[in-house]
């Protein structure tokens, strides 16, 4: 029963490979395209339902028998987990495209999927993507901007400096003499990503019907709502134009350490980017960070303010913001200090990926962070609760968001949520996977970013400190409780309401000066047991 289940998947999908090939070559003006999508499609769609279906039964065999919670079953749970992120790996390799994108994606989930696969793809998938060729990459440019990149412009590197899943960077020179990046998007991407979009939904929704337990549907609406707008790079253009405006008009305090590359409009499409040359090293590069003058605990703590201000105040958030995305230079318009210190302005890149919160949503995740900083358990339980978390699962989703166990959170010191380099809660032990998939329907899927962007910043975080970071919560609870407290006065209509507001702010002034004070005695003490 369970082996012609497996072969009505393959060939149902291979089946929808098939029709999804026709369907293109009937409406393709193309008929060189709709030839390739005809001949490359039911490969592509072969190789995932194969994968699929090696990956479903391997979890059905290798757990029958094993006795739930057993040291057995766990160990075999793992070593499954670890063979089928090889199987998926090796899938989006040979598939290329959207499947490196969902791939990704995996990678950067910790802790929202098995540790196993989440390791797997992020240590492969952000270094390892396929290149174009120059020839591709003189097609596309001579499509988009009506001729080859020597007429377009004054010099063209055909070596390109970095590749991603969905595009490469090549290092230019315009006519009028500027340094400009610009990124040209994969040939194949658009030819294939509707039918691999189809085929992939489809593989994980039998899946799902075949095997319960395995529902990663969320995953695919995710990658399918996102995967268009950042195929798009006039859309990336807008990005990157609306996150620089947001910084001068709402957090003018910061908006000088804040930069994005300048566009060039008349040079940029739909697959073709030209900005700003900007030179600096990568977040994460802590040598070249100090031979610039740099403190990294200086990064550290703008890398915070800056996403702080996008996610409470802005409501609209770079969700990709892992190291390769985020560089350092010298602030241009500062002067080194007499000690040699400089300060430093972050940079970021790749603006394809953002989401938008609406108000309710900002103040209700502001008011979150406040509580959980402030260790306050009515209004951590309050707030998680408007997200959908429940009775039952909000001690838990403060724990994914916070990495750390519940009786940590809400441990009244100032260092109760400090990141470490080795998280303090294991958080997909096989224990808690009914828990995890059970949050994971609850939640909004626009929270379910803000959970892999708080990742990424914890990321980066520990590169650039190699210790625990109490700062950086600090710098959130701040941010958020301003949030808090400018929605309050908004809705204040009496002068008893506004003068309560007023006197909440000074409280949690002072209550912030306290905590600085604590951490500043709590790193002297640290320092001197060195």
């Known amino acids: 029963m369970a082996w012609r289940s497996k072969l009505k998947l393959v060939f149902a999908a291979t089946a929808l490979g098939g029709g999804v090939g026709a369907a293109k070559i009937a409406n ?32 059905e065999y290798s757990l029958m028998g094993l006795p739930e919670g057993s040291k057995e079953r766990e160990k075999v749970v793992r070593e499954v987990h670890t063979r089928s992120a090889r199987r998926i790996e090796d899938l989006c390799f040979k598939n290329g495209g959207i ?24 240590e492969s998938m952000l270094n390892r ?55 040209v998007q994969h040939t194949h991407m658009t030819d294939t990503a509707a039918a691999d979009f189809a085929t992939v939904e489809m593989i994980v929704n039998t899946l799902h019907r075949f095997f319960p337990s395995f529902d990663y549907r969320w995953l695919v609406d995710e990658v399918q709502e996102t995967s268009p707008k950042e195929l798009n790079f006039l859309i990336e253009a807008e990005n990157n134009v609306k996150c620089m405006d947001n910084f001068r008009r709402l957090s003018p305090h910061i908006a000088e350490y804040v930069y994005a590359p300048t566009i060039y409009w008349s040079l940029s499409t ?4 030209t900005m700003e040359f900007i030179e600096g090293p990568q977040v994460n590069d802590l040598k070249s960070i100090k031979n610039l003058g740099i403190r ?5 703590k703008l890398v915070s303010q800056t996403f702080a201000e996008m996610m409470f105040k802005h409501g609209f958030v770079h969700c990709d913001p892992h190291a390769a995305n985020l560089i350092v230079r010298v602030l241009p318009s500062y002067r080194s200090s007499i000690f040699g210190k400089r300060k430093p302005q972050l940079v970021l890149l790749d603006h394809g990926l953002y989401k938008e919160l609406d108000t309710d949503t900002r103040t209700n995740y502001a008011a979150l962070w406040k509580a959980l900083v402030l260790a306050d358990v009515k209004g ?38 400090a990141i470490n380099d080795q998280s303090d809660l294991q958080i997909y032990g096989p224990e808690y996977f009914s828990q995890v998939t059970e949050l994971l329907h609850r939640l909004p899927r626009v929270i379910l970013l803000m959970m892999k962007t708080n990742d990424c910043l914890r990321s980066v975080s520990n590169a650039l400190l190699q210790r625990p970071s109490l700062e950086s919560f600090l710098i959130i ?23 309560s507001v007023w006197f909440e702010e000074i409280s949690l002034e002072a209550r912030f000066m306290l905590m600085r004070i604590a951490l500043w005695a709590l790193q002297v003490k640290n320092a001197l047991s060195l």
């Open 296 to 300: 990294p605990h200086d990064i550290s």
């Open 28 to 59: 393709s003006d193309d008929p060189a395209t709709a030839l390739k999508l005809c001949t490359t499609v039911p490969i592509r769609l072969f190789r995932l339902s194969v994968t699929a279906a090696a990956i479903a039964f391997d979890y």
């Open 270 to 273: 739909s697959k073709l980017l």
């Open 477 to 499: 609870g701040r941010v958020s409780s301003e949030v808090v407290i400018e929605e309050k006065f908004s809705h204040a209509k009496t002068l008893c309401s506004l003068i």
């Open 129 to 183: 993507c396929p290149t174009s060729t120059y020839e591709q990459v003189c097609q596309v440019v001579k499509k988009e901007l009506g001729a080859p990149p020597e007429e377009v412009f004054d010099e063209f590197d055909p070596v390109p400096i970095a590749s991603a899943s969905l595009a490469q960077v090549h290092v230019a020179r315009t006519h009028e003499g500027q340094k400009v990046a610009v990124k």
């Open 99 to 122: 499947y490196i994108k969902l791939g990704q994606h995996v990678g950067q989930l910790d802790y929202l999927v098995p540790l196993e696969y989440a390791k797997t793809m992020r």
């Open 380 to 417: 951590i339980k309050e707030n998680c609760m408007k997200f959908g978390a429940g009775e039952d699962l909000y001690t838990f989703f403060t724990s994914i968001l916070t990495m750390k166990p519940w009786e940590k959170v809400i441990d009244p010191s100032v260092d109760h949520l």
